[in-house]
Nanobody, 119 residues
Framework: QVQLVESGGGLVQPGGSLRLSCAAS????????LSWHRQGPGKERAMVAA????????IYADSTKGRFIISRDNAKNTVYLQMNSLKPEDTAVYYC????????????WGQGTQGTVSS
């Protein structure tokens, strides 16, 4: 059974930090590229960071570049998102995604974790 379970969300003041984790099971983790996406109130879901299956390359949305860091631990089947210098506009439900990137083009999503930035 495939599972992606996010954790680490919560309430933080502007300028603070959160570290999200996403624990995976039920598939061959090292074969999948991983990414974090978010959906804020009244907004569409958008990618914020991604990392290759080997962990040797990352990309970030312009809005998160320089503040967020994505990483993965293939020994623990876990992907992380370190979020620093948080702003109220970072408030969203954060989802992790695992994508095979080739045939049979499978992609898995977690259930999401809420991150709220407010004073």
């Amino acid at each position: 059974q495939v599972q992606l379970v996010e954790s680490g969300g919560g309430l933080v003041q502007p300028g603070g930090s959160l570290r999200l984790s996403c624990a995976a099971s039920g598939f061959t983790f090292i074969n999948f590229a991983l990414s974090w996406h978010r959906q804020g109130p009244g907004k569409e879901r958008a990618m914020v960071a991604a990392i290759t299956s080997a962990g040797d390359s990352t990309i970030y949305a312009d809005s998160t570049k320089g503040r967020f860091i994505i990483s993965r631990d293939n020994a623990k089947n876990t992907v992380y998102l370190q979020m620093n210098s948080l702003k109220p506009e970072d408030t969203a439900v954060y989802y992790c995604n695992a994508d095979l990137g080739k045939y049979p083009w499978v992609s898995f999503w977690g259930q999401g974790t809420q991150g709220t930035v407010s004073s």
